[in-house]
């Protein structure tokens, strides 16, 4: 193979690996060319993913060594598409009634999840993650995105048991803005114990359902490893039970009657600055 | 930017945006270089795509021509991983009371979901589809990948109406393998007036629960361009509802007694032979 089909080789390679060590004998072997070829390769690898602002090849040395493709954003890029999500999000057609906002439009994009997927996995790119958890339904796709950046499974937890899922462990939790007890399950053998979890959502209010995940990740003798939402917005009437999280995005001032809301970016972006 | 880089730069460009036309002009302005070049550039990574089993670059001639990557897996690997996808379900530690299977932590790893995606995509990769559809919760993730390599939106239809999504269009239907008669709801603002829709599910037995969604579509002046599921399974009491799908692995002869099952691949390896 020739160094130009090589490079294109390696670059869908590594693309499809995030976070994974690949060891410079194997792509030696792999592309049948001298390590120091490879070498040479790599470094143009990482000059253009940072020039494009998607990441960079970190590099692992020792005799079992080699590069992890750490995906990320730019901060010009980071700003550029929440700026342009707080745009979109701040159309008062997406008003519903009590207060909530449509977004099924937004989360039903393949692209936005994706990028919205990257930018969250970015902000847990340094700590140790061996699962994605979220809660059915809406934050089902944000999860997988924010998990295939991090090349980690998936744990779905779900309101109400399956057939299809064998046994499950159940919590009761306080949903923070409707003050209801409601329920949570999650299958027994889709979480070893001691896991390492990050959560994910794609809405927050006062905290509730992702302080009930907080709970049932107490059962299974795991730790939150982070906690990322797309949005968050004010509850004036309940404290919220949960600070620590990265948010892409804030609403606030929702105006039911004059059909107005702001949205701000969220902490995300003052975190990476 | 240099040959090598260049290569680097538009081989993500392109993996990240399957079925759209990008044009040699807008490559040529953007990476600063003579449209003979990039035209060679593309032969090398339709050459290495191919190649590797990735897919290819389909050419559009004409004024406004230029690229086009479609997503595809070449047969062998197509067969590898459906075989693999086979041995990996046999296990009778799967089988859970009513002869249904547990799934979930294969939809739970992201590159698994990934390749299911890849290979459900190829089998419609002719077709005009405007949006992908399923219901919740365990088709989602599935239809995610399958719409990215589509590059079209997703519309998830739920078996509950929420607060958060507005006025919705709801049908009655018949559950197949129950018989019971179940609701399905669908935002009426998440679905255009004929879209042409693939249908996308994990497991379909009867076939209810997708004859649901072509009533809904009917409901939207809306089009089936194509149905693809995961796994299907024999069902012998009832006659199977549905009978123009793709399915990647086939279920049979499940034996809870005997703590036995047998898992086939679907039709979509016959379509591609």
Redesign the interface.
Known sequence: MK???R???M??YV??RPRELISLPFLSENYKAAKSSISEDLG??N???Q??G?GYLETVSGAAGGVKYIPAFSTSYSEQFVLELCRRLEDPERL???G??????LL????T??NIGRLLASAFADREID?VMTV???G??LA??V??YL??????V?RDPK????STVSINYVSGSTRKIQTMVL?K??LREGSKVCIIDD?MKAGGTINGMKSLLKEFNAEVAGIGVLAEAEDEEEDRVIDDHVSLVQIMNVDDRKSKIEVHPGNFLKQTE
């Open positions: 160094r130009s089909e490079l294109v080789a670059t869908h693309l499809d143009i690898v000059k253009i993913f020039q494009e998607i519903l009634p009590g909530y906002l449509f977004m099924s439009d039903g994009e393949p692209d999840i994706r699962a059915a339904t809406k089902i796709p997988y995105a998990a295939s090349n980690v499974p998936v744990v779905i779900r057939v299809t899922e064998g299958t053998r889709s809405f």
